[in-house]
């Protein structure tokens, strides 16, 4: 069995994130060759199912009804409309369908109802369902998981101390409950940050020691370069330096080997060679689709043409790591 650690300590993660950015990609790519495939990249596609209004102050988001950032809200999608954006994402290159709501938490509702039936139907097409609806009890876990829910997303965003500065309505424990609740109900769990939110190293690296702490690391990551949304409290936020997003990447990839980070929101600001040194330094995931939740994400071909570029291929739905057995 190989040596996956979960006693990282912040001293530690510390000098991995400062090592010389050469050196740091380097080893990175070697972790990342020992414990996964390199070639593989896990394609996920974005889908907003209920778009703004949501009550939260999420100082980075676009979605928050407090702000006026000029998007066009939405109701809950019909369960027809999202099988039909599952078959686009699909024919896409998708291999999981990632359905988001602007929602605070889940309520035991009709639409929540309706959120288990489009659960059950894209998992009938033989993709791999992610939801990230906000915060959820046990009992709704298991109803997410009973309809064949795959994984759930649920970010922790930052450290518990900048935490405070970005969201006040609700808290880091709150965060931690739910991706609990998600574990028990045996969904896989999706959860990592965001950089650039005005965050300092220590607390970068404090997340990743959180993440790293758990007692079974989260089976995805995703590192999201913020996008500044005019109307919220980050508009004027400078964009994350490429090296920055590389250095949390490869450190990231150090610290939870096993995982899937996923390159998420920003690559509309980062260069092909931006990217590539992301997937060199050990990142296997994407978001792909023109759209994220409601902000522009490169397109389904643009990406495959980047895949072929780099010699890279999606990995299939369902795929085990075949790397490592335990
Ligand atoms: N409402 C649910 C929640 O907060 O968990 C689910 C949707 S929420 C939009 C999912 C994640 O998107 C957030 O946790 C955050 O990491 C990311 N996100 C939101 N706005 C972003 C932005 N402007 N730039 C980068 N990431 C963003
Ligand atoms: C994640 O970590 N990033 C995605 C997904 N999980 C839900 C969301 C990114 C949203 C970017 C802003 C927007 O498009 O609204
Ligand atoms: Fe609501 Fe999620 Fe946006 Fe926060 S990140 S405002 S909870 S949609």
Redesign the pocket.
Known sequence: MKNIRHNWTIAEILEVYNTPLLELIYKAQEIHREFNVASEVQVSSLLSIKTGG?AED?S????AARYNTGIEVHKLMTVSKVLEAADIAKAGGASRLCM????REVRDNRDFDRVLEMVKGVNEKGMEVCC???MLSESQAQKLSDAGLYAY???L?TSEDSYKKIITTRTYDDRLDTIKNVRKAKVTVCSG??IGLGETVEDRVSMLKTLSSMEIHPESVPI?A??P?AGTPLENQPLVPIWDMVRMIATTRIVIPQTVVRLS??RTQMSLEGQALCFLAGANSIFAGDKL?T?PNPDFNSDMEMFKLFGLNPRKAFKKNVKYVD
Not at 60 to 63: F, G, H, I, M
Not at 100 to 103: L, P, Q
């Open positions: 949501c999420c980075y988001c676009p979605q988001g709501a602007a929602w990230t609806l906000g997303n649920h970010n965003d940050g965001i999201n913020l996008v949304v929101a920003g939740l902000t």
